[in-house]
């Protein structure tokens, strides 16, 4: 994998460490599950990643998963791709969210993630775009990245300033939302408020994650799986004589918004979280890593069952809702 040079910041600061312990029987159970049903399929998926997997059925599936109750949701069109906007209950500021849905970049979409997305939503106060960026195989990275700042600019020129808008998503939306933000700033638009991240990719090579103890602990991915899917990225973004996809931890950071990363204890991306979060803060960006115990990766999804994942979206909510204060003028 292509790598950039990082920056240190003459006056690094401390990441802001937060951990959550304990573990809900629900956790457990769930953890349980996804070990003997998901982590097999992945491992499956790895052996032959070429093949035409129905990866568009994951998305299906979460028509079941609706917003919560009062959300109002109408359908967005984007230069090159679909997006929902999200308007949840209550009383609203005038703060927006810019959300970019998980999945190996391969896979998941607005149904998976519209009823996650709605509580994060509901809980920071704010509408959102969620959007159905470009996905592999079909689409290198840069892809995504460029739906991600259509995204941007959709909110901006719909009256949202930049000081209103964080940019949030999990996992490979996490790679995204670090990314996009990179992104955006090179093409000269305002930064956003912060940055939120949920269990996310920062680290495209897959060495340390492999190294890590946590490679034979994740309930959810097989080391199989996190080296089949860096090289496909790499011979996706490579077609044509392009350059591959740098990294979130490779980027020139002194520039970025204020960060919360959130991460399970035994999920196969703790690394990257911890890494990223140490790459902010020596880049002089405040940064606040959570880590939760024993979580699963993207447990925020499973809010409304898990004590572990309502808890974490409600400190989301916090974050953002400080990260984009109500003026008082």
Not at 10 to 33: D, I, K, M, N, Y
Not at 175 to 192: D, K, N, S, Y
Request: with cysteine; glycine share 8%.
């Amino acid at each position: 994998m292509s790598t950039a040079t990082y920056e240190f910041c003459p006056s690094p600061l401390p990441v802001t460490r937060r951990e959550f312990a304990g573990t809900s029987l629900q956790s457990t159970a769930l953890a349980h599950t996804l070990r003997r049903t998901v982590r097999p399929f992945l491992d499956g998926w790895a052996r032959y990643p070429e093949l035409p997997w129905p990866t568009g059925v994951v998305d299906l599936f979460g028509y079941s998963l609706g917003p919560i109750r009062g959300t109002v949701r109408r359908p967005i069109r984007l230069p090159h791709c679909r997006a929902e906007w999200i308007r949840p209950p209550g009383e609203l500021g005038d703060r927006a969210i810019l959300y970019l849905h998980g999945g190996a970049f391969l896979c998941c979409g607005i149904n998976s993630h519209r009823q996650m997305v709605s509580r994060i939503a509901a809980e920071s106060q704010a509408s959102t775009l969620n959007v159905a960026y470009r996905m592999i195989p079909r689409n290198p990275i840069r892809a995504a990245v460029e739906d991600g700042v259509d995204g941007y600019r959709w909110l901006l020129s719909h009256g949202y300033t930049a000081d209103r808008i964080v940019i949030a998503g999990d996992s490979a939306g996490g790679f995204l939302t670090f990314m996009v933000t990179l992104e955006a700033l090179r093409q000269g638009l305002p930064r956003p408020a912060a940055d939120v991240a949920l269990s996310p990719l920062t680290d495209l090579d897959p060495v340390n994650k492999l190294a890590h103890p946590n490679a034979d602990l994740c309930a959810v991915f097989p080391k199989r799986a996190v080296g089949a899917l860096s090289r496909l990225i790499e011979r996706l973004d490579t077609r044509g004589g392009h350059e591959p996809s740098t990294s979130p931890v490779d980027g020139s950071l002194a520039v970025m918004p204020p960060a919360l990363i959130q991460t399970g204890s035994q999920e196969m991306v703790y690394v990257d979280a911890e890494l990223m979060s140490e790459r902010l803060s020596q880049a002089g960006v405040p940064c606040e890593l959570q880590v939760w115990e024993r979580q699963v990766h993207v447990f925020q999804a499973a809010a409304g069952l898990l004590p572990e994942g309502t808890r974490a979206i409600r400190e989301i909510g916090r974050f953002i809702r400080k990260a984009t204060p109500v003026s008082t003028s």
